[in-house]
């Protein structure tokens, strides 16, 4: 994929993520710096953890600012705008979070692969790209991570790896491989959200 191109989807995404973060702040009723740290967090934190683990540091946010720049910004934007008094439809929320976690699933497994060359470990820092930031949102917002629940959240970000990666050995160029991971993270999400659907739990017999 164009270098260009993906440096912009990789700020949308960032937005996104922000925007969710946002929104959850809003929801928990928090002050403007709590909002900014809940939206920072949630669009810069996944992708913190999976550069120091590729050893790809300073991590991207300190070599290029236009990320911090992208955060406040929306961070600012959103709050102006959902400040209005209306209450806010059910589903924005998650649809945003899912969009950010298909953007940002398919960056994962694109920096991985500059970095190293297995397919396994593309997965993995996609996953952990798409899930790390919202992890530590829902921890700051004292809820339980959606990672750790039975909703189909991680199990998307792992299949849209796999169609990344998998499209890249059958020899897809970047830019296909890219759109066919992030499309397939995308519908499961929202699937999942449509018709609701979860995995089955874990439970011990007493």
């Not at 702040?25 to 120091?52: E, H, W």
């Not at 991207?60 to 934007?77: E, G, P, R, S, V």
Request: aromatic letters at 8%; one cysteine or more; hydrophobic letters at 55%.
């Amino acid at each position: 994929m164009d270098s260009m191109l993906l440096y912009f989807i990789d700020l949308f995404g960032t937005a996104i993520f922000a925007i969710s973060g946002v929104l959850l702040a809003g929801r928990l009723k928090m002050d403007p710096f709590g909002v900014v740290v809940l939206g920072s967090v949630t669009a810069i934190g996944g992708g913190t953890i999976r550069d120091m683990a590729l050893g790809a540091t300073p991590v991207f946010w300190i070599t290029d600012t236009n990320y911090l720049w992208t955060i406040l910004i929306t961070c600012l934007l959103t709050m102006i705008i959902v400040r209005r008094p209306k209450r806010l439809s059910w589903w924005i929320l998650p649809v945003c979070d899912a969009i950010g976690l298909a953007v940002f699933v398919g960056i994962g497994v694109e920096k991985s692969m500059i970095y190293q060359e297995s397919a396994l470990v593309a997965i993995i820092m996609g996953v952990i790209t798409g899930c790390g930031g919202g992890i530590i949102r829902d921890v700051l917002a004292r809820e339980v991570p959606m990672i750790l629940r039975s909703e189909v959240y991680a199990t998307a970000c792992i299949i849209g790896g796999v169609f990344h990666t998998t499209a890249l050995a059958m020899g897809a160029d970047n830019g296909s491989a890219f759109l066919a991971g992030m499309c397939s993270t995308l519908l499961i999400r929202l699937g999942a959200i449509r018709w609701h659907l979860s995995l089955p739990t874990f439970a011990l017999n007493r």
